[in-house]
């Protein structure tokens, strides 16, 4: 696949993912608690859409989900590098 999964929130509310074979930019919408995003990308060269969430735990991860248009949902748990 593309390597190890990875998640990016930057500041100027862009950012990016990559699972598996999916690649995608975000658009994302900041809480004091957690983000919203939604995003556009490839799923092995197929154009694949969505949303997702994520909440920040006590312990500084995060736990979120990303949601396909009209199809599966993935969820994850993040930190920090």
């Known amino acids: 696949m593309l390597g190890p999964a990875h ?3 930057q500041a ?3 950012g990016e993912f990559a699972f598996g074979a ?6 994302c919408y900041y809480a ?11 799923d092995e060269m197929d154009e694949v859409s ?5 909440d920040l ?3 500084g991860t995060l736990d979120g989900e990303i949601c396909f248009h009209n199809g599966d949902e993935a969820e994850f748990k993040a930190r920090k590098e």
């Open 7 to 9: 998640i990016t929130f």
């Open 12 to 14: 100027n509310g862009t």
């Open 22 to 27: 999916v690649t995608a930019s975000l658009q």
């Open 32 to 42: 004091s608690d957690g983000v919203s995003f939604t995003w556009t990308g490839s």
């Open 50 to 54: 969505g949303d997702g969430s994520a």
């Open 57 to 59: 735990t006590d312990d």
